[in-house]
Structure formats: C-alpha cells, structure tokens
C-alpha cells in the first residue's frame, strides 16, 4: 500500500535559505515544494492545499509574509 507524503510549502526570498530547508525537509520524507516571492507563494496556495507552510515573514516587503500568512489563511 502506497503511503500519501505530507505536503510542505517553503516560501523565502533567500535563495541559499530556501534550497538548504528544501533538502532538509525533503529527506524527513515530505513533498516540499518552494516559492521565492509572495506573488509565487499565493499562486501555490490557490493551486492545491498543503499540510505545513513555512514563511519568511520579511520579504520583499517587510509584511509581505503576514499578508500570504493572512491569504492562507482566508483560504
């Protein structure tokens, strides 16, 4: 029987951040898919739900994460 992952969502604008907490989540057995933007990041929670998002807070705008925080939320 073919267990389901858990879906992770990784929003950053930080590269380096965002690919080294990719690989790391990845390897504890989850589907992790990634956003560098808050556009990117809203496109992502309109597609499909996740079980656990991760979320830079401070991004390009210093509250660009509370309002995708916020979207998610809603959503």
Not at 35 to 44: F, I, L, N, V, Y
Not at 63 to 70: A, H, M, P, V
């Amino acid at each position: 029987m073919k267990e389901n992952k858990k879906s992770v969502l990784i929003v950053d604008d930080d590269m380096d951040y965002l690919v080294q907490l990719e690989l790391q989540v990845k390897k504890l057995g989850f589907d992790v898919f990634t956003a560098d933007t808050q556009k990117s990041g809203e496109e992502m929670i309109n597609q499909r739900s996740f079980d656990l998002a991760i979320i830079d807070l401070m991004m390009e705008q210093k509250d660009s994460g509370f309002i995708l925080c916020y979207k998610m939320k809603q959503k």
